[in-house]
């Protein structure tokens, strides 16, 4: 008989993972608070609290080519990085496509989700929802938390002095929808995260003056990146994230600190990282260098005192006649529905096995999907971790004892320190490629280089060369895709596709690039055989 699955959320992660419970023979029921899927990007005017919630110019930062679901690219006619309207365009076709609507209560919330009395033996759950005033209970063999970290605002106002003297507007920036309204003021944006920029350079349009005030700083790239292509497909590639794990990191911090510096001196914009040493995500925006450069933007430091109309900072500067303050300043995470004791939240660190399982319980049938922050698109990522979850709960993939998932979660813990630092922003930081393999090789479904490479070498330089996204984990193991090849070796062309809306003459260059990546091949495969080198060498 098959096992019944709770889903908790029908967003980007909900969805996916109703898909991997058909896929695996399983029997989803989807709960959705509101009347329609999405999630975080579905804009509404509104703001509704247990929604996260977007302001209307919201674009995607990472590209459609490295965000799609794995058997399902987006139309080669949609652009490289998508309005937020878009993406829910693809969500809905997909959606459809999968027929995965049906499996979906919509206007219904989860009150709580607890484990049976005869749990050590069952691992069943009793959920608890209400839907139109009506409270309902149903038992589940295994529950999918997809409710996402963007809900609950985190704003620390016990670090601004005298903001309770301030005259002015202040808000968390899940509030903030559009700049009409802002025309001629002078704004304070407190952080300087990808909300915190967009927002800023939004608002400069319209505002007599906008200012970020930021703590620590931080690296910023455009999505246009070398030749002209979307940063993360040049970024996430098998061979530079082999880069990373051989060079020493001094040197590959100080090969970083020179590429982020390419587009603009970062320490001239008041914008270089106080530790620009550590392996911290980058804002993605495009305009924030112009706009400083413009003068519409100017950067502060940390903010240690506000009065009724002005912001005084560490340096000893001052700012008058501040109208408004928004709190680019993050989320925490919440899981109101489950016992504490489920899901540990701490300083909005989350002990949970590779990111998903909560270690201590008897029966692994309860999972969190999508509570995470990768350096790269959440999409693949959180799809891959619901492929796992989905072989786990049908009893195919086994985890390991409470305790060696318990040194796992610490040696990780040490590692995102080591990489990342320990401020809040990066409590769910994780590098990308490497996280992706590590769950791909949970299900069988690594693509094996080293036999391609004598097989197939032309798909082999693509995979280790070219983008990393979602298609070279449909290529072996469950879940292979017929397509996935073809979807590998045609991804330039559907990147090239909405560009190409003015006919223009192609010109010829000699591909150095080429002749780089043969070079690049051969370092590879004289490291991984030293020994048949050297033994030719003796001959």
């Not at 559009?178 to 300087?192: A, D, M, Q, R, Y």
């Not at 080429?514 to 030719?536: D, Q």
């Amino acid at each position: 008989m098959a096992k019944k699955v709770a889903v908790i959320g029908a967003g980007v992660s909900g969805l996916i993972s109703l898909k991997c419970c058909v896929d695996e023979g399983l029997e989803p029921t989807c709960f959705e608070r509101t009347e329609d899927i999405g999630g975080l990007w579905r804009f509404i005017e509104n703001i509704e609290d247990g929604r996260a919630s977007i302001y209307q110019s919201v674009m995607t930062n990472t590209s459609k080519e490295m965000s799609c679901f794995s058997d399902f690219p987006m139309p080669e006619d949609f652009p490289n990085f998508l309005h937020n309207s878009k993406l829910l365009e693809y969500f809905r076709i997909f959606a459809q496509k999968f027929d995965l609507l049906k499996y979906i209560q919509f206007q219904t919330t989860v009150l709580s989700v607890k484990r049976r009395s005869d749990f050590s033996s069952s691992g069943q759950w009793e959920v608890v929802t209400e839907t139109k005033g009506e409270e309902q209970r149903a038992v589940f063999d295994a529950v999918m938390v997809c409710n996402g970290h963007h809900i609950v605002p985190h704003i620390p106002l016990e670090s601004f002095p005298g903001i309770e003297k301030f005259k002015g507007q202040y808000f968390h920036s899940r509030q903030y929808k559009h700049p009409e309204g802002f025309e001629g003021k002078h704004i304070l944006v407190i952080g300087l995260g990808n909300s915190a920029s967009d927002i800023a350079v939004e608002l400069s349009k319209k505002a007599a003056q906008v200012f970020i005030s930021t703590r620590s700083g931080s690296w910023i790239i455009s999505r246009v990146s070398e030749c002209g292509s979307p940063w993360d497909a040049v970024f996430h590639t098998r061979f530079r994230s082999m880069l990373q794990n051989v060079l020493p990191r001094t040197l590959q911090k100080w090969m970083m600190e020179r590429k982020m510096n390419q587009w603009f001196n970062h320490e001239n914009y008041g914008l270089e990282p106080q530790n620009r040493y550590l392996m911290k995500e980058p804002v993605v925006n495009d305009d924030l260098p112009s706009r400083i450069l413009y003068g519409a933007i100017k950067m502060k430091p940390r903010v240690t005192e506000l009065t009724e109309t002005a912001a005084i900072f560490e340096d000893g500067t001052v700012e008058e006649d501040i109208d408004a303050i928004v709190f680019a300043t993050g989320y925490t995470c919440s899981f109101p529905f489950l016992e504490d004791s489920l899901v540990q939240v701490k300083d909005n660190a989350v002990s949970l096995y590779k990111y998903v399982f909560p270690p201590q319980l008897e029966k692994s049938t309860l999972s969190c999907i999508g509570l995470i922050q990768p350096l790269g698109s959440i999409f693949p990522t959180v799809e891959l971790q619901a492929r796992w979850v989905t072989r786990v709960f049908k009893g195919v993939c086994i985890l390991p004892s409470e305790k060696t998932m318990m040194v796992d979660i610490s040696k990780r813990n040490k590692k995102r320190i080591d990489l990342f630092g320990e401020s809040k922003r990066q409590m769910l930081q994780t590098n990308y490629i490497e996280y992706l393999d590590e769950l791909a090789a949970e299900i069988g479904a690594k693509p094996d280089l080293l036999s391609l490479v004598l097989k197939d070498p032309k798909l082999a330089m693509k995979l280790y060369f070219g983008p990393c996204n979602s298609y070279q984990y449909r290529l072996v193991g469950p879940g292979k895709w017929e397509g996935a090849k073809n979807a590998i070796l045609t991804q330039k062309q559907r990147m090239l596709k909405p560009l190409k809306t003015r006919t223009v003459e192609p010109s010829h260059h000699f591909p150095v690039s080429f002749l780089l990546k043969i070079l690049g091949l051969l370092a590879v495969v004289v490291a991984f055989f030293p020994n048949f080198s050297s033994s030719n060498l003796s001959v």
